[in-house]
């Protein structure tokens, strides 16, 4: 299965910084989605951005950003002007482009890293 | 707002006693998906369907069945709940021609 590691389990930031959160994932499969998805204390899980891997232009998003290394296997997101609401849990999620992709996840479903907490300082 | 509503919200049960879970979508979609959530876990796959009466199994499905006898609702259920299932259950689902899921709101299931 493909394999999603988000290596800070946490960070921290002060209001207005930008900060920058890392994930790699390993796959064989050459075609595929990354997204990136926030937790609020709500526990909603909310799309941030996403990134198509045939693409080689980084997805932006408001004050989101991604730096996108396909040959790396990396995709980190960048918060600029981090704000009090950016405060939550950051899950990195992998997606085949194939219903019948590689590993135990099919039928499109997104492998998830085990994210990343952001706290976010006056 | 996916139009994704899980029931119920929170849930206390005794190991040994079985638990169902229910999803339910307002739009038609085909894809819809069983997550459950732990610490230090993210989010794992438990099962799927890709259809009325589809379903597949997904990453962590022992212990669970999953049932979809109409487009709008998908149930979780547990057989026989134990303290491993303790969990927060979020169902998804993946609307057409698109590469993003979209979640509901999450159960959190509690076994004593």
């Known amino acids: 299965a493909q394999t999603v590691t988000q290596s800070q389990p946490e960070m921290s930031v002060q209001e207005a910084e930008t900060v920058t959160l890392s994930c790699t994932y390993d796959?064989?499969?050459?075609?595929?989605?990354l997204f990136w998805y926030k937790q609020p204390p709500s526990r909603q899980m909310i799309l941030v951005i996403r990134q198509e891997a045939y693409k080689q232009q980084n997805a932006t998003e408001n004050r989101f950003s991604v730096n996108f290394q396909k040959a790396a296997k990396s995709f980190s997101l960048k918060i600029s002007d981090s704000q009090l609401g950016d405060a939550a849990m950051y899950f990195c999620?992998?997606?085949?482009?194939?219903?019948?992709?590689?590993?135990?996840?099919?039928?499109?479903?997104?492998?998830f890293g085990k994210g990343t907490s952001l706290l976010v300082t006056p | 707002d996916a139009g994704i509503t899980q029931s119920p919200r929170h849930k206390v049960t005794e190991t040994g006693t079985p638990v169902t879970l229910r999803c339910h979508q307002t739009?038609?979609?085909?894809?819809m998906y069983w997550y459950r959530q732990d610490p230090g876990h993210g989010l794992r796959l438990i099962h799927y369907s890709y259809g009325v009466k589809d379903t597949d199994k997904g990453e962590v499905s022992d212990g669970y069945s999953v049932s979809r006898s109409k487009t709008e609702d998908f149930l979780l259920t547990l057989e026989s709940a134990t303290s491993s299932q303790t969990s927060v259950y979020f169902c998804?689902?993946?609307?057409?021609?698109?590469?993003?899921?979209?979640f509901g709101p999450g159960t959190r299931l509690t076994v004593t």
């Open positions: 739009e038609n979609h085909r894809y």
């Open positions: 999620a992998y997606r085949s482009a194939y219903e019948q992709g590689l590993g135990s996840n099919s039928g499109y479903a997104l492998n």
């Open positions: 998804a689902i993946r609307p057409g021609q698109t590469y993003e899921q979209y």
């Open positions: 796959t064989s499969e050459s075609d595929y989605y």
